[in-house]
């Protein structure tokens, strides 16, 4: 990728129709915006708990909606880093594993304070995997994969995300440093912890996958051709939607010979594999369906048309994605945190948290801006890339 392509700060096509194109740090909006949206569908899931008992209908209905967000951001979050790796230059390098370290030790620390009042300090720490782990692993795995090809990409990370599945199903693992390593691993179904909502291995699966289709999309990244990068997307996204479905309805149609032929629990393993509802463990169908869905979300924001009802909503969303690790920590102190210090948190009134949800992704979306506008993102350092960028000097 051409090294321009990163650091001028043109937003139209030369290419193809108008779209949003990288904003004067060289960041693609369009993907920002759809990291942002998914950010804002973590928001909503946290407000859906509060309707499991009075209003049941609608917690199933946002629980099924919200689930985009872990697999849009995995696959994003890959889709960037590969485009910030495609300099090929040590520093883009260093600057990925510091941020990964980062991200590893503050997220970790900054999340989930809520816990701290129902178990001991060390559980805090050592018990609990939340999905910045993952990513963090993942970004530093990307800065060792920078020169592998994007066929191999999407085979590593679709072999990683499909095999953890029987794992996480099957193993039960008994010593205890086999059970810790097969919750943080696999999230194993024998082991499930309410401290873990990560899966590192299949998580890291889908990230390669993310960045095996920037790479993909590299020719049309470089020349800015970004509505060449969301067909290309979409095309992904649409088969990965399809098969989903088209699998589900074999099974309905198979389903009274299945029965007769298989045994309960081999029939329950076939379905949990097709349902993409089954998100911890993470099935292959949920990352399918749901990671298809969110590529239509990237691909939608890259086109930005028509332009007077998306690029408001982009420009809004992309605010919140490019300060996501920020918006992900003060999202927790919002929805979590806050209601559990307060004693609001068995509120089920929907008017109220309604208006909650809105307040809270208004400030929130003010904090982004100010971040933004400082250009904060800098800070999110552990010094690696200051003490390399001295020795260079």
């Not at 795995?141 to 920078?146: K, V």
């Not at 999407?154 to 086999?178: K, N, Q």
């Not at 970004?226 to 098969?243: G, M, N, P, Q």
């Not at 969303?317 to 919002?334: E, I, N, P, Y």
């Amino acid at each position: 990728m051409a090294k321009g392509s990163r650091t001028s700060g043109a937003a139209a096509l030369e290419v193809g129709a108008p779209s949003v194109g990288a904003n004067a740090a060289g960041r693609m909006t369009g993907i920002d915006a759809a990291r942002g949206i998914a950010m804002v569908f973590v928001c909503v899931s946290h407000v859906r708990y509060h309707f499991h008992d009075s209003v049941p209908a609608l917690y199933s209905l946002l629980t099924n909606v919200t689930r985009l967000a872990t697999p849009t951001f995995l696959l994003l979050s890959g889709f960037v880093a590969a485009y910030v790796l495609s300099s090929g230059k040590r520093a883009a390098r260093i600057n990925l594993i510091d941020r990964g370290l980062f991200v590893l030790f503050a997220g970790h620390l900054l999340l989930n304070w809520v816990e701290l009042s129902r178990i001991s300090f060390q559980e805090w720490i050592f018990a609990r995997v939340t999905v910045t782990d993952a990513i963090a692993i993942s970004l530093m795995i990307a800065a060792l994969a920078t020169r592998l090809p994007a066929a191999l990409l999407a085979i590593v990370g679709a072999t990683l995300a499909i095999v953890s599945w029987p794992i996480a199903m099957l193993w039960e693992p008994v010593a205890p440093a086999a059970r810790y390593l097969g919750i943080t691993l696999f999230n194993v179904r024998s082991e499930a912890s309410p401290l873990a909502d990560s899966a590192v291995v299949p998580y890291v699966g889908l990230f390669l996958i993310g960045m095996s289709l920037s790479r993909w999309c590299s020719a049309q990244l470089a020349a800015r051709d970004y509505v060449a990068a969301a067909r290309k997307l979409t095309r992904v996204a649409l088969i990965a939607v399809s098969s989903v479905l088209a699998s589900i309805l074999m099974w309905y149609l198979l389903k009274p010979v299945l029965l007769e032929s298989m045994s309960p629990p081999t029939l329950d393993f076939a379905r949990l594999t097709l349902d993409p509802r089954s998100k911890l463990p993470p099935s292959p169908a949920y990352f399918a369906f749901y990671g298809g869905g969110g590529l239509l979300i990237a691909a939608i924001c890259l086109i930005a048309r028509p332009a007077f009802l998306v690029r408001p909503i982009v420009n809004w969303a992309a605010t919140l994605g490019r300060a996501s690790l920020m918006c992900f920590v003060v999202q927790d102190w919002l929805f979590v945190l806050t209601p559990a210090l307060l004693g609001f948190t068995k509120l089920q009134s929907i008017p109220f948290w309604t208006a909650y949800l809105i307040v809270s992704l208004l400030v929130l979306h003010a904090f982004a801006m100010r971040w933004d506008r400082v250009r904060a993102n800098r800070f999110l350092t552990i010094g690696l890339k200051q003490s390399y960028a001295a020795r260079q000097a």
